[in-house]
Nanobody, 123 residues
């Protein structure tokens, strides 16, 4: 079992930046691909970004490409999401997830989830 705890969310004005962190414990962090997802009220959970266990490959949703950067520090058991040029439509609860399979954009492929951190972008 893997425990994931997100942090770094908050309120920011449009055009601003935030860095989210996800601290993992319980299993060998480097065995998992990691992803960030988000969910706004009344909407389905959507893929944001993913990074393979080695950190060698990343993938982004088109809606955040060029604005968000996912990274990981396996020595610290932590994955990050650097968010820049934030837009009101980025407002959501952001979730960190761990995938013991292959890199995926599908929520059901992820085995462990954090509790989420709220990101609110004002216009």
């Amino acid at each position: 079992q893997v425990q994931l705890v997100e942090s770094g969310g908050g309120l920011v004005q449009a055009g601003g930046s935030l860095r989210l962190s996800c601290a993992a414990s319980g299993r060998t962090f480097s065995n998992y691909d990691m992803g960030w997802f988000r969910q706004a009220p009344g909407k389905e959970r959507e893929f944001v970004a993913a990074i393979m266990r080695s950190g060698g490959s990343t993938y982004y949703a088109d809606s955040v490409k060029g604005r968000f950067t996912i990274s990981r520090d396996n020595a610290k058991n932590t994955v990050f999401l650097q968010m820049s040029n934030l837009k009101p439509e980025d407002t959501a609860v952001y979730y960190c997830a761990a995938n013991q399979g292959l890199l995926s954009v599908v929520p059901s492929r992820y085995d462990y989830w954090g509790q989420g951190t709220q990101v609110t972008v004002s216009s």
